[in-house]
């Protein structure tokens, strides 16, 4: 077989990149080879591929389903944004500039070439290559330069499942305002639809999936139901972001900036039942956590001022100084310095700005990127936070970062890597750290090493090390956990079927 299918959406966040996984799971395990593509993705939460490129966190969760080590050319396009109105572009893995949506959509067609490209080596290597749209196909404002639904789809010659979200109501007007919207040869190229996010009694649906049917001229594919998976989320519609309700135990809150990225980072504390995570935006939601963090940020500058007008420099201050554990990744790491200059304004208009004052570092913002993968062994070991962490086993990350950060004096590093490089900082107290490696928490013996510590300081008891080493190797059994539920779900023959209309 050598087929294409393309999955889209009613709207955003209706459960795309999560079907378009579990069906390069299914493909997977029913023998053939098969890859992701998404020639367009919006995303703040990106990942630096084995050959140092940047791509979108969706596709990467997508070829971890289909078994494979993630490659550039599964997300040729990227748009990070740094403002309500831009982005940064980032096209075949490299940065090429920041642009108002306005000059980027003027510029689009120019990159049509690059996404033919990328979609022609992976049609020439894979068996079945699994497409996801973005947002809906019926923004018909947008339609004469559209990238990356039904402007793909009949470039390609594509068949097309539509995908509603029942969960927040309204599927069937969704569902048949998008295929009302279509242009006639569009309809011809979408073959069904999928109902997700259902909870109840399926058989309270039936009337409903049957006047659908006759309204719209297309099958119900299946109707899958909300399922519950620790699986990373592309942005920041995620529902992470709600408060979860506390357990007994510890507590991790992160300073929600509002130009957050790659809060996947944090995902994996989330695996430990008696860790409470949670995201918070003002000083008053601060609750005595355990652990404090400040993420990665796509314009550092900018979302330090915003700390800084909300008071979080005084409450950082006070949170440390009783003891509280403070981390900063990447972003988080910079704003902990004491100073972040962009003297050619890539991120912001403004030229520098104080920092944090933690550490005695210093961050320019420049416009070439470092993306690379890390490996790296923890150099720190104390009494307290970090007692038993160093040298234990080799950590694995990667890091995505404009600004280069220099050392106006000796401060204690972190890691040294497999080159010698040594990396990081802490404060002279030692409850206070730096990093620009993403993915720390992925070394889950580390982190639950890092745990326990804080558990002795609590007075709860430890726990084991956790039965898998990585992250990795758990959402590997949550793969398989959504592949189970969708067949259970879905006529699989029918969209096998689907699947070789390109072949007639």
């Given at each position: 077989?050598?087929?294409?299918?393309?999955?889209?959406?009613?709207?955003?966040?209706?459960?795309?990149?999560?079907?378009?996984?579990?069906?390069?799971?299914?493909?997977?395990?029913?023998?053939?080879?098969?890859?992701?593509?998404?020639?367009?993705?919006?995303?703040?939460?990106?990942?630096?591929?084995?050959?140092?490129?940047?791509?979108?966190?969706?596709?990467?969760?997508?070829?971890?389903?289909?078994?494979?080590?993630?490659?550039?050319?599964?997300?040729?396009?990227?748009?990070?944004?740094?403002?309500?109105?831009?982005?940064?572009?980032?096209?075949?893995?490299?940065?090429?500039?920041?642009?108002?949506?306005?000059?980027?959509?003027?510029?689009?067609?120019?990159?049509?070439?690059?996404?033919?490209?990328?979609?022609?080596?992976?049609?020439?290597?894979?068996?079945?290559?699994?497409?996801?749209?973005?947002?809906?196909?019926?923004?018909?404002?947008?339609?004469?330069?559209?990238?990356?639904?039904?402007?793909?789809?009949?470039?390609?010659?594509?068949?097309?499942?539509?995908?509603?979200?029942?969960?927040?109501?309204?599927?069937?007007?969704s569902l048949y305002g998008t295929c009302s919207l279509l242009e006639r040869e569009e309809k011809e190229l979408l073959k069904g639809v999928i109902i997700?996010?259902?909870?109840?009694?399926?058989?309270?649906?039936?009337?409903?999936?049957?006047?659908?049917?006759?309204?719209?001229?297309?099958?119900?594919?299946?109707?899958?139901?909300?399922?519950?998976?620790?699986?990373?989320?592309?942005?920041?519609?995620?529902?992470?972001?709600?408060?979860?309700?506390?357990k007994k135990g510890l507590k991790i809150q992160v300073v929600r900036l509002p130009h957050?990225?790659?809060?996947?980072?944090?995902?994996?504390?989330?695996?430990?039942?008696?860790?409470?995570?949670?995201?918070?935006?003002?000083?008053?939601?601060?609750?005595?956590?355990?652990?404090?963090?400040?993420?990665?940020?796509?314009?550092?500058?900018?979302?330090?001022?915003?700390?800084?007008?909300?008071?979080?420099?005084?409450?950082?201050?006070?949170?440390?100084?009783?003891?509280?554990?403070?981390?900063?990744?990447?972003?988080?790491?910079?704003?902990?310095?004491?100073?972040?200059?962009?003297?050619?304004?890539?991120?912001?208009?403004?030229?520098?700005?104080?920092?944090?004052?933690?550490?005695?570092?210093?961050?320019?913002?420049?416009?070439?990127?470092?993306?690379?993968?890390?490996?790296?062994?923890?150099?720190?070991?104390?009494?307290?936070?970090?007692?038993?962490?160093?040298?234990?086993?080799?950590?694995?990350?990667?890091?995505?970062?404009?600004?280069?950060?220099?050392?106006?004096?000796?401060?204690?590093?972190?890691?040294?890597?497999?080159?010698?490089?040594?990396?990081?900082?802490?404060?002279?107290?030692?409850?206070?750290?730096?990093?620009?490696?993403?993915?720390?928490?992925?070394?889950?013996?580390?982190?639950?090493?890092?745990?326990?510590?804080?558990?002795?300081?609590?007075?709860?008891?430890?726990?084991?090390?956790?039965?898998?080493?990585?992250?990795?190797?758990?959402?590997?059994?949550?793969?398989?956990?959504?592949?189970?539920?969708?067949?259970?779900?879905?006529?699989?023959?029918?969209?096998?079927?689907?699947?070789?209309?390109?072949?007639?």
């Open positions: 077989m050598n087929g294409t299918i393309m999955f889209q959406g009613t709207a955003s966040s209706v459960g795309k990149s999560l079907l378009t996984a579990a069906f390069c799971r299914i493909f997977r395990q029913d023998g053939y080879s098969v890859a992701p593509f998404k020639s367009q993705n919006m995303a703040l939460n990106s990942y630096v591929t084995a050959d140092g490129l940047e791509m979108g966190r969706a596709q990467v969760m997508q070829a971890e389903a289909a078994g494979l080590d993630p490659v550039v050319e599964m997300n040729p396009i990227l748009l990070k944004p740094t403002s309500d109105r831009g982005s940064q572009l980032i096209v075949m893995g490299r940065p090429v500039a920041n642009m108002e949506a306005t000059v980027y959509y003027k510029k689009k067609e120019e990159l049509l070439p690059v996404i033919d490209r990328a979609y022609a080596r992976l049609k020439s290597e894979f068996d079945i290559v699994v497409i996801e749209g973005a947002g809906s196909p019926a923004e018909i404002n947008l339609r004469d330069k559209d990238l990356v639904n039904m402007g793909l789809a009949l470039r390609i010659n594509a068949p097309v499942i539509l995908i509603g979200d029942i969960d927040r109501g309204g599927v069937f007007a997700n996010k259902f909870r109840g009694e399926i058989s309270l649906l039936e009337n409903g999936l049957k006047r659908l049917e006759a309204l719209i001229s297309k099958p119900v594919l299946g109707v899958v139901p909300l399922v519950q998976l620790n699986l990373d989320d592309e942005d920041s519609l995620t529902e992470r972001f709600n408060k979860p309700e506390a957050i990225s790659n809060f996947t980072d944090f995902n994996p504390l989330e695996l430990f039942e008696d860790v409470t995570l949670s995201y918070i935006r003002e000083p008053h939601e601060l609750d005595s956590p355990d652990m404090l963090i400040l993420p990665g940020s796509k314009n550092t500058i900018e979302d330090l001022h915003h700390l800084q007008q909300k008071g979080w420099g005084k409450v950082l201050k006070e949170y440390t100084a009783g003891g509280g554990l403070l981390a900063g990744i990447c972003g988080g790491f910079q704003m902990l310095g004491t100073k972040i200059a962009d003297p050619e304004q890539i991120e912001s208009s403004r030229l520098e700005i104080s920092g944090l004052g933690f550490f005695p570092v210093e961050t320019v913002i420049a416009p070439d990127k470092s993306t690379r993968r890390v490996e790296a062994t923890w150099q720190y070991s104390d009494r307290g936070y970090f007692a038993g962490m160093k040298g234990n086993e080799l950590l694995t990350g990667y890091e995505i970062h404009m600004g280069q950060t220099s050392f106006s004096q000796v401060v204690h590093p972190l890691y040294v890597n497999t080159t010698g490089q040594w990396e990081g900082a802490l404060s002279e107290k030692g409850n206070v750290f730096g990093t620009y490696l993403h993915g720390l928490f992925d070394n889950l013996r580390w982190t639950n090493r890092l745990l326990n510590n804080l558990r002795k300081r609590r007075g709860f008891p430890r726990l084991k090390d956790i039965p898998i080493a990585n992250y990795r190797d758990h959402k590997e059994k949550e793969y398989d956990k959504l592949a189970a539920v969708v067949r259970k779900s879905i006529d699989i023959e029918q969209v096998y079927t689907i699947l070789s209309f390109q072949q007639k």
